[in-house]
């Protein structure tokens, strides 16, 4: 493979999941780790990605600007436009981060009477534009690159909650494995997020759909509404029908 078909598919994987691991993109690729991490760094040279630890996150994912806009804005927003239309006046509302979820909370209707959970700093942020909407910031370690808090002062508060909705994003998702992520600090916040919600709502491009990672958040019949921005009689959406009731 020619190293531009590879940075290519780097760049690829990085916008979709936001991060990625050298090891799983060495696998991917079937190159070396060092390979990989050269294709990385030049990246990262040229300012299309950040290098990161073990991996790469996406610039837009990190700060979102005209120059480095959010990766599938457009399919986000299709699926930010179908879940708000889920919001009734005075609900409590658990939200995970990702830009998806930051998506959602722009088409929030202005005036909309909510209190919303989150351990996303971003969410949070994006939050407090609107006046009628109390924000409770769930705090504990921050993650830097995803400003996102984990650990156990997180899940000890969502297991004392129950609210009425939760929009969870996620990296990956397959009918038989389920949702599944890389970061397992993660995977037990969203476990607990899980936990504390009458009605589990997924949110997720196509792309990220029959992908699997290491760590298991849960199997699909723990979701109650999955929201992409396909119809929702797309074929591609019928392997999902077997665990999931409503899709929109």
Same mark, same amino acid.
């Given at each position: 493979?020619?190293?531009?078909?590879?940075?290519?598919?780097?760049?690829?994987?990085?916008?979709? #999941?936001?991060?990625?691991?050298?090891?799983?993109?060495?696998?991917?690729?079937?190159?070396?780790?060092?390979?990989?991490?050269?294709?990385?760094?030049?990246?990262?040279?040229?300012?299309?990605?950040?290098?990161? #630890?073990?991996?790469? +996150?996406?610039? %837009?994912?990190?700060?979102?600007?005209? &120059?480095?806009? +959010?990766?599938?804005?457009?399919?986000?927003?299709?699926?930010?436009?179908?879940?708000?239309?889920?919001?009734?006046?005075?609900?409590?509302?658990?939200?995970?981060?990702?830009?998806?979820?930051?998506?959602?909370?722009?088409?929030?209707?202005?005036?909309?009477?909510?209190?919303?959970?989150?351990?996303?700093?971003?969410?949070?942020?994006?939050?407090?534009?609107?006046?009628?909407?109390?924000?409770?910031?769930?705090?504990?370690?921050?993650?830097?690159?995803?400003?996102?808090?984990?650990?156990?002062?997180?899940?000890?508060?969502?297991?004392?909650?129950?609210?009425?909705?939760?929009?969870?994003?996620?990296?990956?998702?397959?009918?038989? %494995?389920?949702?599944?992520?890389?970061?397992?600090?993660?995977?037990?916040?969203?476990?607990?997020?899980?936990?504390?919600?009458?009605?589990?709502?997924?949110?997720?491009?196509?792309?990220?759909?029959?992908?699997?990672?290491?760590?298991?958040?849960?199997?699909?019949?723990?979701?109650? +509404?999955? +929201?992409?921005?396909?119809?929702? &009689?797309?074929?591609?959406?019928?392997?999902?029908?077997?665990?999931? &009731?409503?899709?929109?």
């Amino acid at each position: 493979m020619l190293k531009e078909e590879r940075q290519r598919l780097i760049l690829e994987q990085v916008h979709l #999941h936001n991060r990625v691991l050298l090891t799983d993109l060495s696998e991917q690729l079937d190159v070396s780790i060092d390979t990989v991490r050269r294709d990385v760094k030049e990246l990262d040279q040229l300012k299309k990605l950040r290098k990161v #630890h073990g991996g790469a +996150i996406s610039r %837009s994912f990190l700060t979102p600007t005209l &120059d480095e806009p +959010i990766y599938l804005q457009n399919e986000k927003q299709q699926i930010a436009a179908k879940a708000v239309k889920l919001l009734k006046e005075d609900q409590v509302v658990l939200m995970s981060g990702g830009t998806t979820n930051l998506e959602v909370v722009k088409f929030f209707p202005r005036k909309i009477s909510l209190t919303v959970f989150t351990p996303s700093l971003q969410v949070a942020s994006e939050l407090m534009n609107f006046p009628n909407v109390e924000v409770i910031f769930l705090g504990g370690k921050l993650l830097h690159e995803a400003k996102f808090a984990v650990g156990g002062m997180v899940t000890n508060v969502l297991s004392q909650i129950k609210v009425d909705l939760c929009f969870l994003g996620t990296g990956y998702l397959d009918p038989i %494995s389920g949702l599944t992520e890389f970061d397992w600090e993660v995977v037990q916040v969203k476990r607990a997020m899980i936990a504390a919600t009458k009605k589990l709502v997924l949110l997720t491009v196509s792309n990220k759909l029959f992908s699997v990672q290491r760590y298991k958040t849960c199997d699909l019949n723990a979701v109650d +509404i999955l +929201i992409t921005e396909l119809e929702p &009689d797309s074929q591609k959406l019928h392997p999902f029908r077997e665990y999931i &009731d409503d899709i929109l």
